[in-house]
């Protein structure tokens, strides 16, 4: 009995120093990534500004096994394997930035965006920065996952732009 005691004791102390550290730890995740392409800025905003043109270089779309709804120009939905239905929507629209909201079962997981740049000196280059925020709830397990997919999330970024790059200066 006494030995169960102090294991219970340990285990809420360490608990606590846990859930201690991760009140200290942020409650959202924001990851950025830019690109140089050289192609003129209406280009890129206007791809950037149709969904449908995502699936020709975004990962998230070119799942062959799944079948993509395009409701307009500015939403697709899925269902995944986990029977979740996910969707990206573009909110907000403009010449030099647009903001997506990725949900699942009609709840926000993501927020992204774009920014698109010209370039001052040549007009020929556009700059394309990408950003995805997560909010973390309080639970000191999702504050310690924020730490490790920030990492995911920067590789996904930077392979997704190489991909939008290749599209972008393929199809001028």
Known sequence: MRLIKQILIGFIGISLI???ISLFLPSHVRVSKSILLSVHKDS??????KIQSWQSWNPLLQDKTM??????DNRVSWKAPDNKINAITLQRVSADSIIAVITT???????????VVENTDDTSLTKVD?????NLKWYPWEKFYGLFSESLKETYLENSLKSFKLYMEDKK
């Open 18 to 20: 846990i859930f201690i």
């Open 44 to 49: 890129v905003a206007n791809s950037l500004a």
């Open 67 to 72: 079948k993509y709804y395009f409701e307009g």
């Open 105 to 115: 079962n009609d709840r926000q997981a993501f927020q992204s965006g774009f920014n």
């Open 130 to 134: 990408w950003w995805i925020m997560e």
